[in-house]
């Protein structure tokens, strides 16, 4: 179940807001191509036995261009042939390109681990780039690992194709942008499809004078990336790297990126991830080490851990973390609940901060961690102490394993949150969050042409 937003104010005023616009986007043809068949997870998700499977299930699925080699082994050669294979599908009419401008609303749609149906609907269009600063119309909600990936730079360079979009929030009022996003769903979708994941999928092409009313309202605040700071940053620096093609007149195409933007209320869940630690303190030292910063609620075993973290995140207004974090340590291990202590932590966070970065269950980790293990998370995770697992079963499973000494365990964040903290000009600890399920690749193609 998704976390309750109402209560959550957004940030300060913002000079600039976003560059959003319908282009000509670039679509498989399903007429004769299933597009079951041709989607694809995002990249980074895809193993070796995934990547050929999909290979597999249809010649022209879109992983022969995103991933033209195992993850981390392309070379030039597989490029090259990532862009001749674009080339060709465009040639034969697999790919084809929209006459006109248009804009397209997707919608996804699941059951969650509690057997209700879900939905996350938004909509892909192309986004202007721009560089990041405190008055941005484009801003990141989290720190990242390094600069941009070397891959997706070569990918674009030579495919001269967006082929996933960057996924963003808008900071729009959510109840008036979704209703007029939602207006364009009421008719028979124009392209249908399902992953292997389950998730069905439905695709809207829109044309330009009937997006208009929700791209204004899209473009009144800053939007916020959700998913792909990485191929965002990638994208700035081709941009950078291409200023001296700049025509004398005109934007030249490689001036915007593939957006998929949701609007606040139908966005997919940001889930969290969390956070494993080999090495002392554990067990009883490491739970006398958090007493000062949190109530300690100890538990019969795992189960009842596992159980209480299931319970759906709720939150107060204005509030944007529960405060609980769930906590496994020790060889003879220990379950309990945390619940943080705000004035404790609040104290050891930088003054500075906005009160939604210092609410958050993933900061005041972060400052627990620092003082229960004499170094923080980013150190920790730089020497191999610290990780992160996205599956709490998974993350806990490591302390039975003797694998780890502790797991924390983190609630959902509601979207309204990371928004308001971004818009105030503050960016969250790295894996703070991740949206799922996500988007796949080659539902709508942006080429680098207009």
Known sequence: MRPATAGIALGRYHSSVPNLRPFRALRFDVGASDLSAVLAPPYDIIGPEERKELLARDPHNIVRIELPADLGTAGP?????????????REAGVLVKDPEPTVTVH??????????????????????????GPDGGVLP?????????ADRYALLETTQLNTSPLVFLAGSEPEATSAALLVLTEREPDATGTTADGVSHRLWVIDAA????????????????????????????????REGDRPAQGEPAWDYALALIYPLDQSPPALPTHRVIRGQPCGEDLLERLAPYARIERLADLAALLDRM???????????????????????????????????????????LSEGSKGLDVNALSVIIDRAYGADATELAASGQLWYVKDAVAATAQIDAQEASATFLLDEMPPSAISLVAEAGEVMPQKSTYFNP?????????????
Do not use: N
Request: one cysteine or more; hydrophobic letters at 40%; a negative charge.
């Open 210 to 241: 009937a997006a208009e009313p929700v791209l204004e309202l899209m473009r009144a605040r800053p939007i916020t990336i959700a998913d792909g700071h990485h191929r965002y940053e990638t994208a700035l620096t081709y941009r950078r790297d």
């Open 107 to 132: 919608q996804m749609r699941w059951v969650d681990g509690e057997g209700r149906e879900q939905s996350a609907t938004g909509l892909l269009c192309r986004l202007g780039l721009e560089e990041y």
């Open 310 to 352: 299931a319970e759906p995140a709720t939150f107060a207004p204005g509030v944007t973390g529960t405060g609980r974090i769930g906590i496994y340590t020790g060889r003879d291990p220990v379950a309990a609940i945390l619940t943080v202590d705000r004035g404790a932590t609040d104290a050891l966070l930088d003054p500075g």
């Open 77 to 89: 050669a597989d490029y090259a042939a990532a862009a001749s294979a674009a080339a060709e599908w």
């Open 438 to 450: 996500k988007a796949p690749t080659g539902l709508v193609l942006s080429p680098l042409e207009w």
């Open 141 to 149: 909600h989290e720190k990242t690992h390094g600069g941009p990936k």
